[in-house]
């Protein structure tokens, strides 16, 4: 009787470790980081998420929601850990834990208005309402080139609120503008901010440096194995700027 029980545990451990989940929260507004393609979630951070889970030999469940409310459902334990695009920046540490930059990309943000906008800089913007995805770094931009943020949801929103001339621009980075641009009619870059930040990484629970450090490991051997690269390449033609 003991003997199968015990072949019962084993089988049972065995299901549970091949079945570990780890939810992830992501916001999937930022082609081609993460974004739908057909209500399917695709971009270079869900592709190499997925990567990383089968290095750590996790199953990655995907939880989609507003950037601003990612930190918050980590705090909550809604969620594992966040892919998005997000900077490990000085104010985010105080609430998560980061794993090594997974990019390291040179970034520049646009400043677009709206195509009948007298502004012509971006230094223009100064005193000027601006449009931002509440939560993110260009809220920041904003207050340093004297602007007065407009914080929305998502970024949809603030173009279409520049398109309606309901504020007088909107920052958001080049990669992304490029894509919404391509959709969005009426609108014109006159100026890009340079960001600075230490790229992009993955967000953990505070505190918690088991994961972390099995992410830092997968991250170097997807970089060894050329996958890396693949995905890099698929999704950022254009190379470092």
């Known amino acids: 009787m003991k003997k199968i029980i015990a072949i019962f545990m084993i089988i049972l451990g065995g299901i549970s470790f091949g079945n570990k989940e780890l939810y992830v929260g992501t916001n999937a507004e930022f082609k081609p980081y993460e974004y739908l393609e057909d209500g399917k979630l695709v971009g270079f951070d869900i592709e190499l998420m997925e990567e990383i889970g089968k290095e750590i030999g996790y199953k990655i469940v ?6 601003d409310g990612l930190i918050s459902a980590l705090q909550t334990k809604k969620i594992d850990a966040v892919i998005a695009g997000m900077s490990a920046t000085d104010e985010r540490k105080k609430a998560v834990s ?4 997974y990019l390291v990309k040179k970034g520049y943000h646009d400043v677009i208005v709206n195509e009948n906008s007298t502004i012509s800089s971006k230094e223009e913007i100064k005193g000027k309402s601006v449009g931002v995805q509440v939560g993110t770094i260009q809220e920041g931009f904003v ?12 970024f949809v929103a603030a173009l279409m609120a520049v398109q309606q001339e309901k504020i007088d621009a909107v920052i ?4 992304s503008a490029v894509n919404y641009l391509k959709n969005m009619k009426g ?7 340079e960001d600075i930040t230490p790229g992009a990484s993955i967000g953990f629970i505070k505190g918690e440096t088991v994961l972390v450090d099995k992410v830092n490991k997968a991250l170097v051997d997807i970089q060894k194995s050329g996958k890396y690269d693949i995905l890099y390449k698929k999704y950022f033609p254009e190379g470092n700027n």
């Not at 995907?62 to 950037?67: C, E, S």
């Not at 207050?143 to 998502?154: H, I, R, T």
């Open 143 to 154: 207050k340093e080139l004297g602007g007065v943020v407009k914080p929305y949801n998502d």
């Open 187 to 193: 609108l014109k870059v006159v100026g890009q901010v």
């Open 62 to 67: 995907w939880k989609n929601m507003n950037f």
């Open 172 to 175: 958001l980075a080049d990669v």
């Open 98 to 101: 980061f794993t090594n930059p």
